[in-house]
């Protein structure tokens, strides 16, 4: 069973940035493929930026590409989410997940909220 805990969300002006931390406990990071997700207010969750479990490949949403990078540290069983130039429109709850190569996301963080100011 692998917790994931979120952490580094807050309240910020266009313009800044942020980094978000995702811990992993109760397994592996890299037997995983990790994704950051995000949810605002009245739509659905959809995915902002996956790293494939072998680190060799990382995908974003074409809203974020060039503003937000994906890393991992598997020393530190954590993933990342630099994000940089942050929106108003980036304002949501984030949430860390899990997927084994096979599957669909299967373990989820408990989300932490970003919020962009104009």
């Known amino acids: 069973q692998v917790q994931l805990v979120e952490s580094g969300g807050g309240l910020v002006q266009a313009g800044d940035s942020l980094r978000l931390s995702c811990a992993a406990s109760g397994g592996t990071i890299s037997r995983y493929k990790m994704g950051w997700f995000r949810q605002a207010p009245g739509k659905e969750r959809v995915v902002v930026a996956a790293?494939?479990?072998?680190?060799?490949?990382?995908d974003y949403a074409d809203s974020v590409k060039d503003r937000f990078t994906m890393s991992r540290d598997i020393a530190k069983n954590t993933v990342y989410l630099q994000m940089n130039n942050l929106k108003p429109e980036d304002t949501a709850l984030y949430y860390c997940?899990?997927?084994?190569?096979?599957?669909?996301?299967?373990?989820w963080g408990q989300g932490t909220q970003v919020t962009v100011s104009s």
């Open positions: 790293i494939s479990w072998n680190g060799d490949s990382t």
């Open positions: 997940a899990a997927k084994r190569p096979i599957g669909q996301y299967h373990y």
